[in-house]
């Protein structure tokens, strides 16, 4: 008993089934062909681009960052828009968790093994599903391009008030150090020290040197003036050509960001152009058909042998 369904005894039970197993396989095969023609044709349109052109945010790589777009809700929603997708679909504007499972279920975005992303699309309509392909590139282009100049925008802000601080620092201090030279009389520190002391000690030199002379008292009040406020004047002059080079720098970095800003990019490079299909990628008829007709020939196998067991048991 134990051995009655040995491999040597399977076909024996088999064949003695056989009749009944061939009528509920025709059977399944028969029925899976014609269900099989109930589903609803589908064409599908792919295309295969690769990241350009995007800036990083995290750690992500740019072929995620580009995955993340093709996902997003609002390149969802633009395709939807502008490919009529809810009166395609003839779904009640009201549903739109309906929508977006239809949405779902007929667009797919998949990474590749060579870092760019495919995008595949299942429609009823062949020229409707490549449509929707070449709409989801430009949205995602669209998409990409906002995010870009939306930061961009946001550091010509920053540094377009780092130039206006920056300006009215070297406007303060170009004012004090007008003062004095106005004031003081102070041009060029050093130079000025130099001729100074030149002219002061030719003037001494001289036979009938006299200090209340008016060259020799202007000399000695620009001396004079030199000692009490050159300190000043050389530091102001010093930070005045710090301040001046930090101000070229947040000038040239403002330049780039609103050249950023302004210039049209594209952000993927499309290495497989979306196509209108002419042949139907959904259903595949027969291999529905193939699988319906394995898995009920397995499970007819498997009630033959319990129904030959009850039998061996007596039951």
Known sequence: ??????????????????????????????????????????????????????????????????????????????????????????IDTS????????????????????????????????????????MIIAMVNNKAKNLQQEKSWEVVKVKQAQLNNKKHEIDSMETVLKELRIKYGLLSYDVQVEEVVKRYLKERVKPGYNPSASSSQEMTSLLASLKEKGGDFIALTDNLEKERDFYNQIKFDYENAY???????????VVTYPKTSDTKAYPIRWLIVLMSVLSTFMLAIVGVLLVERNKLNGK
């Open 259 to 269: 050249k950023d800003a302004n210039k049209i990019l594209t952000y993927t490079s």
């Open 1 to 90: 008993m134990e051995n009655y369904f040995d491999n040597s005894d399977l076909l024996s039970v088999l064949l003695k089934w056989k009749k009944q197993i061939v009528i509920i396989v025709v059977i399944t095969a028969i029925f899976s062909s014609l269900l099989s023609f109930l589903i609803p044709i589908k064409f599908k349109s792919e295309a295969v681009v690769y990241p350009a052109n995007l800036l990083s945010y995290s750690s992500e790589t740019q072929t995620e960052q580009l995955l993340q777009l093709c996902n997003s809700k609002e390149v969802m929603d633009s395709v939807i828009k502008y490919c009529h997708l809810i009166e395609h679909y003839g």
């Open 95 to 134: 549903n739109y968790s309906a929508l977006v499972d239809r949405y779902k279920d007929n667009v797919s975005f998949s990474k590749t093994e060579y870092e760019s992303v495919l995008i595949e699309v299942l429609d009823a309509d062949a020229q409707q599903a490549c449509n929707i392909v070449n």
